[in-house]
């Protein structure tokens, strides 16, 4: 067999290079020869350490490719350090050593070809026919991706691909077994995909059709979307967990914000607990193009796992935000008791005439912007009217303001109040009397010169007003105005003040059973009172709800929900009363004081303070009750209107008297007359106060 030229040539070179190994060392050790050889030497090494760290093969041969040269470095170190040729002249047998190895074992051009040339003998092979290897599925795609990706594929195209796409992308979820997300796009290009439905994914991997869910792809930077393009869900482990161990979030999209739900469209953003008032706040929030929030109340009440009637829920939209206050047991039931600091009006005029349900305070209010405020106390008999007007009293005599009331019935409570009022009385006749006057203290005031010499409308923060604020009180106002001699000035003089009076510091507080025109309330004297009065209505029976709130200019969708009988929660254990055939314990009608106010456009539900009368009412007004200035008090005896308002028809008083033979002597005429006055009116504590009180007077006079 011949040897290939470039062998000859390298064992000639280990031939040559053997005796200048040896002798190098030893003739001259500083010789370049000495330091080319170690540099050879230290270059093998370097290949070594390659070969070994190099993920290729032949990691072997090419360290035997490098091994001449480190063996020679080592030769010469090894010369270079002996005394003279070494003990039995070892340098020269190592460098022969060396030479033998090289020219029998590893030439180094054998081991720097790749492969060996075949024998020269050894004929060719004759060509086969080598099978065509397969075309790549469209579903199997040979780009690289992980084998997760790639048993799913599989999987997706062993389940007919459909929709008619194939997956890009399969990306599986940490600690869900079951889960993964797909990213999908029709099999041709161009197409974009139709007839994709979660019934059949679910069906391909075996899950529930709420399992999954389809969403479309946003083109992104490096990769297309539109509507060839979806990205698939698919988590039954995550929903099985969503429905038994929920996060806030989600079980707030699952049963309110989701599209049926209570707030529909809501995300939820936190909750937060009250210890102190035993409430639970949640809050949620509607994107900004969803428009206002829409609250299901009584959806919201059985997703919170309570009753809509129980008062427990409120809810408060502010924007697109939503607060929702769960509380533990109805602030509506509870007793609020008043107190003179809650009823003292502050720098604006404003006082706690109750609480709301979310736990704030309710705010009403002596005077506006635009002079005396007025008042309007709409609630059914026992529905807490009389309680309401206490308050109102309270906080205008804490505020320095003459009050006036009357009330076209006796009442107990009235008759209380009516002690700590500079003026009250009982019937039609007193009323129309108290509205004569407040008709003729407009014109008074009007002319009534303040300190710097000039007239002004009323005005609390101006100095130097010449009079007081005045409210007159007219409890059952429609009854009185229904009257048949008197009821129609009462109904137009009531009107009069209401347009009038607060320039000149008077306000009119109505209270009543009802506001509907049908009834007798006139459309002039409703809106009159509704603008310049912040109205609260109590306890409205749930058919007349919708009329009340449409009378006092709220619109339908503002009108709240009636009110229940009873705030008290039910008892348990119905069922085994009714097994035993025991009666229902009674239901704690605590409904009293409770009801609206309304401020704004959307009434909002209160519970009034709570004044506690048989304990006396001393605690809750000022030791000073504020009366008329004497000026005004002069003006009125002048015209014939400032005397005992208790007293029966004057003669004259409502139009001209009747002849002997027409009639009686002392029947009142219908309508507005000459209004003539007598005496001058006693003091406030000398004052009628009582019915009894009311009858002895009446004794008296038939006596004198």
């Known amino acids: 067999m011949s040897v290939p030229r470039s062998v000859t040539l390298e064992r000639t070179l280990y031939t040559l290079a053997a005796p200048v190994l040896a002798a190098a060392p030893n003739i001259a050790p500083d010789s370049p020869v000495n330091t080319v050889v170690q540099l050879a030497g230290a270059a093998g090494v370097g290949g070594w350490f390659l070969a070994y760290k190099s993920d290729e093969p032949g990691t ?53 070809r790749r492969r060996h040339r075949p024998a020269l003998a050894a004929p060719a092979p004759a060509p086969q026919l080598q099978p065509a290897a397969p075309e790549p599925s469209p579903a199997q795609p040979n780009d690289g991706v992980d084998s997760f990706t790639r048993q799913v594929r599989w999987l997706w195209e062993n389940r007919g691909m459909p929709g008619r796409t194939i997956v890009v992308k399969a990306t599986p979820h940490d600690g869900m077994p079951n889960d993964l997300s797909l990213l999908l796009r029709a099999s041709e290009a161009g197409r974009a995909i139709s007839g994709l439905k979660e019934d059949d994914i679910a069906a391909a991997f075996g899950v529930d059709v709420t399992d999954v869910t389809i969403r479309e792809i946003v083109r992104q930077a490096g990769r297309e979307g539109g509507p060839a393009w979806r990205e698939v869900h698919v988590t039954p ?142 609630a059914p008999s026992g529905g807490g009217k009389t309680q309401l007007m206490g308050l109102h009293v309270a906080a205008d005599a804490l505020f320095g303001a003459v009050v006036w009331l009357a009330a076209e019935a006796p009442d107990e409570k009235a008759a209380k109040l009516g002690e700590y009022t500079a003026r009250y009385g009982i019937g039609a006749l007193y009323m129309i009397r108290l509205l004569r006057a407040l008709d003729t203290l ?86 009159n009172l509704r603008e310049n009065c912040i109205p609260v ?23 709240p929900d009636p009110l229940p009988r009873s705030f008290s929660p039910e008892e348990a254990g119905r069922i085994e009363r009714v097994m035993r055939g025991e009666p229902e314990p009674p239901a704690n009608s605590n409904t009293g004081g409770a009801g609206w106010i309304v401020e704004a456009k959307q009434p909002e539900v209160l519970r009034t303070l709570f004044m506690d009368f ?90 004198a």
Not at 103 to 110: G, H
Not at 277 to 297: C, F, L, M, S
Not at 461 to 469: A, I, K, Q, S, T
């Open 60 to 112: 072997g041969r090419k360290i035997l490719r490098w091994s001449p040269l480190v063996l020679a470095a080592a030769v010469d170190v090894a010369a270079k350090n002996t005394i003279g040729w070494g003990p039995w002249c070892l340098d020269a047998l190592l460098a022969a050593g060396w030479a033998a190895v090289g020219l029998l074992v590893m030439p180094f051009s054998r081991h720097t």
């Open 237 to 378: 482990d995550a929903n099985d967990r969503r429905r038994k161990t929920p996060t806030a979030r989600e079980w707030w999209a699952d049963r309110i914000g989701a599209a049926g739900g209570a707030v529909p469209g809501s995300e939820f953003v936190k909750e937060v607990r009250d210890n102190e008032r035993k409430v639970t706040h949640y809050i949620a929030q509607v994107p900004d193009e969803a428009g206002e929030p829409r609250v299901n109340q009584h959806a919201l009440a059985a997703a919170l796992k309570t009753k809509y009637d129980e008062g427990r829920l409120f809810v408060t939209v502010d924007g697109s935000q939503v607060l929702v206050s769960l509380w533990d047991s109805s602030p509506l039931a509870r007793v609020f008791p008043a107190t003179r600091e809650l009823l003292t009006p502050d720098k604006d005029g404003r006082w706690v005439t109750g609480f709301l349900g979310n736990g704030q305070p309710a705010r009403n209010r002596v005077y506006t912007d635009r002079g005396a405020a007025h008042g309007l106390f709409v």
């Open 442 to 527: 407009m014109e008074i005031r009007g002319e009534m010169v303040w300190e710097d010499g000039r007239v002004y409308d009323w005005d609390p923060n101006l100095p130097g007003c010449p009079y007081r604020m005045l409210s007159a009180y007219l409890d059952e106002f429609l009854s009185a105005a229904r009257h048949g001699d008197y009821g129609a000035e009462i109904m137009d003089l009531a009107e009069k003040v209401s347009v009038k009076g607060r320039k000149y510091g008077i306000g009119i507080k109505v209270a009543g059973q009802s506001i509907y025109v049908q009834d007798g309330f006139t459309q002039l004297l409703c809106e």
């Open 537 to 559: 209505v109590l306890k409205v029976a749930p058919g007349k709800v919708g009329a009340m709130f449409k009378a006092l200019g709220i619109p339908s969708e503002n009108t």
């Open 614 to 703: 048989k304990n006396g009412l001393d605690d809750y007004f000022p030791d000073v009750i504020a009366t008329l200035t004497d000026y005004e008090i002069r003006e009125l005896e002048a015209r014939d209107l400032w005397f005992d308002w208790t007293e029966p028809p004057r003669p004259g008083e409502f139009g001209p008297e009747p002849d002997d033979e027409d009639g009686d002597d002392g029947a009142p005429k219908k309508g507005g007359g000459q209004r003539r006055g007598g005496e001058k009116s006693a003091a406030r504590r000398d004052a009628v106060t009582s019915p009894r009180q009311a009858l002895e007077a009446i004794k008296n006079l038939s006596r």
